[in-house]
């Protein structure tokens, strides 16, 4: 990976293999620096961030975006199971992947300086879809939101990043049918009408695992 990608540095690997069961532990950089959000992914205030925090982050995820991925993150077949629950659409077909950290929200990210915490699900993810996961973690606070669609207009603006705003919507949303999110929900449900045309069902259950 580029180091370009504003990530804790790895310095060893450790594999356990016990029959069916594989343990992995790793060995990073201890961050002093505290996250934008402690408390929750999604974010609750303004964290008035500077533009280099911003052009950082493009930065990283240009970067990472060439990196040669370890997996398949989003799957296409758990997406044909959830848009329906929890969209009311079908899903669209995701057609153009890039190498995304997959996790991209507000407790994974560290205040000035920046630094990408939390790699366990990094890997190949719909075009999109790492930017419109820190937007939709970012409802609640407008100016931020706006931010990064301003940020991240060229992505975010295009039919394939439409679609990976679909995909982090259809997430968040299982997430909300567990149980997660509960003020967040109701902006989600706003978006998710805005981007399909249609009004997002009510779930209470979740359909497992991406």
Known sequence: MSD???RPHLHDLYRWERGEYVFEAELIDYI???VVSPETPDLTEDPEIPDSWWATLRESLDALSAAE??????RQSWADRVFPEFL???????????????DLQWANLTHHPLV??????WGAVPF?????MLYVNSLRVPVVAERIRTEFADVLDTPAGQVGE?????EMLQAVGRGWYVELAPLLRQRAEEVTGVLPPVSVTGTTAV
């Open 166 to 170: 679909q995909i982090a919507l259809a």
């Open 69 to 74: 991925p370890p997996r398949e993150t989003i």
């Open 4 to 6: 370009k990608v504003s």
């Open 88 to 102: 009311g659409i079908p899903a669209p077909a995701i057609t153009e992947r890039v190498t995304g950290h997959a």
């Open 128 to 132: 999109g879809y790492d930017p419109a």
């Open 116 to 121: 990408i915490l939390d790699w366990e699900r």
């Open 32 to 34: 002093a620096q505290p």
